[in-house]
């Protein structure tokens, strides 16, 4: 029984999808609502993504000195540790999964609102494509400005390390900035901007299926975010483990 209600909603996840997907019918809105879209759901994000890095790349600092403290292991890899936690999985994964909490729950509340309140309905009664005109927009704002602010926190999050260099006496700033350069490899920051392209495309996704198709009333708006947040963090953490082996091996 659960099985068969797990494909249901996967079939019907295909068919909202091949809706979204198709050429808008007047391209002017669809760019002014991209354009929308990208101010709400991604630029006032960066100040919590800035605040977040930073204070993970110092934690980060301060614990690889912690554990890092062998003489067998030189000094300056707590900069280098540093550097690889903050590129390879938080500023992709992590901090994705923090969107999906923020920016997945406000799409599909949205949505969500819309549709009991049947103004989606008035849009299918016009002719409209009520899907491709509210979630395309979306979904191509997320997956073009996701990368920003994943490259904004990798710079954040490696100066939150060096914040606590410069700030304490835990380890010297001329050591942490060599190990951020020590052994650097580029691809290690495109692997994290590919997977913040997924992910992107997951959270909007996602979101807007479950704001989307909502049935009665405020209460199920609440349950539609919940569960919208809930099953992007699983595909995230589920597409993390599928990406980094393909990525990475």
């Not at 000195?65 to 936690?85: C, F, K, Q």
């Not at 997945?104 to 016009?126: C, F, K, P, Y």
């Amino acid at each position: 029984m659960l099985v068969t209600q797990y494909l249901e909603s996967f079939g019907k996840y295909v068919i909202f999808i091949t809706r979204v997907f198709t050429l808008p019918d007047k391209w002017n809105v669809f760019f002014k609502r991209y354009i929308s879209e990208v101010y709400k759901l991604g630029i006032d994000s960066i100040p919590l993504d800035i605040i977040i890095s930073i204070f993970i790349g110092a934690v980060c600092c301060i614990q690889m000195e912690l554990n890092t403290s062998s003489p067998l292991l030189p000094r300056y890899s707590v900069g280098l540790a540093t550097r690889e936690i903050i590129l390879l999985e938080f500023s992709s994964s992590i901090l994705c999964l923090i969107l999906a909490g923020k920016i997945g729950s406000n799409i599909a509340s949205e949505i969500g609102t819309m549709r009991v309140t049947e103004q989606i309905d008035a849009l299918d009664i016009m002719g409209v494509n009520s899907a491709n005109f509210l979630v395309l927009p979306k979904v191509v704002a997320m997956v073009t400005f996701i990368p920003v602010l994943v490259v904004f926190s990798m710079v954040a999050g490696i100066f939150g390390g060096f914040l606590v260099a410069a700030v304490t006496d835990i380890i010297s700033v001329d050591t942490y900035l060599y190990g951020i350069q020590a052994m650097f490899i580029e691809w290690y920051v495109w692997y994290g901007i590919i997977k913040s392209l997924f992910f992107a495309f997951l959270i909007a996704t996602i979101a807007s299926y479950f704001g989307y198709h909502v049935k009665g009333g405020a209460l199920e708006v609440g349950k539609a975010s919940t569960n919208a947040v809930v099953s992007s963090s699983i595909f995230i953490l589920l597409f993390d483990v599928i990406l980094t082996k393909l990525l990475l091996q």
